[in-house]
């Protein structure tokens, strides 16, 4: 209720993404996260926005996250939006920069704790 009571004014909510794919460049100090939107990233008017993002390195193991902030976008009615729009993700790439050489060292999603593949 507070969101609709809030509405003009604009009512978003963040939240830690589950990362669903992480790309490393070849320098292997750059780590590229893939979240999902509801949104393609051509679209000029996002939903989501990148509030946040996490590294924490340690010599085993870099665990990352990606903080979201939704609905900054002015959405209609839950009832007035295709339904395929809401039910859709699309992969948006995040660039996460590492201290050091990703190595041997495991990428650990913050969301769930379990370990990524990592593209190379």
């Known amino acids: 209720?507070?969101?609709?009571?809030?509405?003009?004014?604009?009512?978003?909510?963040?939240?830690?993404?589950?990362?669903?794919?992480?790309?490393?460049?070849?320098?292997?100090r750059l780590l590229t996260a893939t979240v999902m939107f509801t949104r393609p990233a051509s679209n000029p008017e996002q939903c989501e926005r990148v509030a946040?993002?996490?590294?924490?390195?340690?010599?085993?193991?870099?665990?990352?996250?990606?903080l979201v902030e939704q609905d900054v976008c002015d959405r209609p009615w839950p009832w007035e939006e295709p339904t395929y729009e809401m039910l859709?993700?699309?992969?948006?790439?995040?660039?996460?920069?590492?201290?050091?050489?990703?190595?041997?060292?495991?990428?650990?999603d913050s969301v769930t704790r379990k370990p990524l593949a990592v593209e190379r």
């Open 52 to 66: 946040d993002t996490s590294v924490k390195e340690s010599s085993t193991q870099v665990v990352v996250g990606v």
């Open 88 to 108: 859709t993700g699309y992969p948006h790439p995040i660039p996460l920069r590492l201290k050091a050489p990703l190595g041997e060292r495991v990428v650990v």
């Open 1 to 28: 209720m507070a969101c609709v009571a809030l509405g003009a004014a604009g009512c978003s909510t963040s939240e830690w993404q589950q990362v669903k794919k992480v790309t490393l460049s070849p320098d292997g």
